[in-house]
């Protein structure tokens, strides 16, 4: 049974360039959550895709976006990249209501 | 701003004994989480305890919440040098309908010398 999965592993983008991250969730999860984890930092929640929709979002800027398929996988998009959206990004699956959430191994973004 | 607050910051140990990290709060929970997380990947969930409880125990993990303080300890007990890694508390704002909107703290960075 595969655990929450994520690509890709790292990746470097310069200032002002777009990246889009995936993630497909563990097996039987329908809810996928972003969170972005500066260094030495603990992750900060972007937001929350269920059914296709947003269902929650964090004080993150409208550059950070999102969507969900309806196999449940998730893609995160950041416009206009900054030096400080360089951090680990996190995508975490539940299912529906459940309390606990299981992590990916992260995608590490470098923006120069 | 974030929700808990872990202390210390880090925490250096030998093998064989115990280690103690605290979590503070500033708003009312339903259930506080703790993971783990190795060399900055994917977060390991650890044990969770919902705010009508007051211990909970996991093999060598003690974890106690005392909402009134609103405060948690994670107690990791006869560690392993395999302990080593970041641990995070996560809460669970009290009052959110979807209940996994988890706020964590910056970490303590435990290392369990061999």
């Known amino acids: 049974d595969a655990g929450v999965t994520q690509s890709p592993t790292h990746l470097i983008k310069t200032r002002g360039q777009q990246v889009t991250l995936r993630c497909s969730p563990k097996?039987?999860?329908?809810?996928v959550s972003w969170y972005q984890q500066a260094l030495g930092q603990g992750p900060q929640f972007i937001f929350q895709?269920?059914?296709?929709?947003?269902?929650q979002r964090g004080n993150f800027p409208d550059r950070f976006s999102g969507h969900q398929f309806p196999n449940y996988s998730s893609e995160l998009n950041v416009n206009a990249l900054l030096l400080g959206d360089s951090a680990l990004y996190l995508c975490?699956?539940?299912?529906?209501?459940?309390?606990?959430?299981?992590f990916g191994p992260g995608t590490r973004l470098l923006v120069l | 701003s974030q929700q808990g607050e872990e202390d210390p910051q880090a925490l250096s140990i030998q093998e064989g004994e115990n280690a103690t990290m605290n979590c503070s709060y500033k708003?009312?929970?339903?259930?506080l989480q703790w993971y783990r997380q190795n060399s900055g990947r994917g977060l390991v969930h650890l044990i969770l305890?919902?705010?009508?409880?007051r211990e909970k125990h996991s093999g060598r993990l003690r974890v106690t919440l005392d909402t009134s303080k609103k405060s948690s300890s994670l107690l990791i007990t006869a560690s392993r040098a395999a302990d080593t890694a970041s641990y995070f508390c996560?809460?669970?704002?009290?009052?959110?309908?979807?209940?996994?909107?988890?706020?964590f703290g910056p970490g303590t960075r435990l290392s369990v010398l061999p």
């Open positions: 975490a699956s539940s299912h529906g209501g459940a309390e606990t959430q299981y």
């Open positions: 097996s039987g999860h329908d809810t």
């Open positions: 895709y269920y059914e296709e929709e947003e269902r």
């Open positions: 708003t009312s929970i339903n259930n």
């Open positions: 305890i919902r705010s009508n409880e």
């Open positions: 996560a809460t669970d704002g009290k009052g959110d309908n979807y209940g996994q909107n988890f706020v």
